[in-house]
């Protein structure tokens, strides 16, 4: 099991910056991965960005050179550095965790998600 609280999100201006942050319940060295999606209103959810155990990053196209994801393990937390935000950011941010287990299955654990309005 594992529980995942989001926090950092809020009302900026568009160009702005916001880090959130993502707190995990166990140690992050034994997920395999965690990454943050978002969803707005009428949308499905979509990726932002991953990172893996061995530090591999992964970002959407829309956000590639204005997000970046990190880890720090010792915290157990995972951020995300968004720059330059643009009103289309505007969401509810999700973080998620991917924990491989026995017989080849990943479960995938969900935080309660932190909106991220970007706005003038």
């Known amino acids: 099991q594992v529980q995942l609280a989001e926090s950092g999100g809020g009302l900026v201006q568009p160009g702005g910056s916001l880090k959130l942050s993502c707190a995990a319940s166990?140690?992050?060295?034994?997920?395999?991965?965690m990454g943050w999606y978002r969803q707005a209103p009428g949308k499905q959810r979509e990726l932002v960005a991953t990172?893996?155990?061995?530090?591999?990053?992964n970002y959407a196209d829309s956000v590639k050179g204005r997000f970046t994801i990190s880890r720090d393990n010792a915290k157990n937390t995972v951020y995300l550095q968004m720059n330059s935000l643009k009103p289309e950011d505007t969401a509810v941010y999700y973080c998620?965790?991917?924990?491989?287990?026995?017989?080849?299955?990943?479960?995938?654990?969900w935080g309660q998600g932190t909106q991220v309005t970007v706005s003038s």
């Open positions: 990172i893996t155990s061995g530090g591999s990053t």
């Open positions: 166990r140690n992050i060295f034994s997920i395999s991965a």
């Open positions: 998620n965790a991917a924990v491989a287990t026995m017989k080849s299955v990943i479960n995938n654990y």
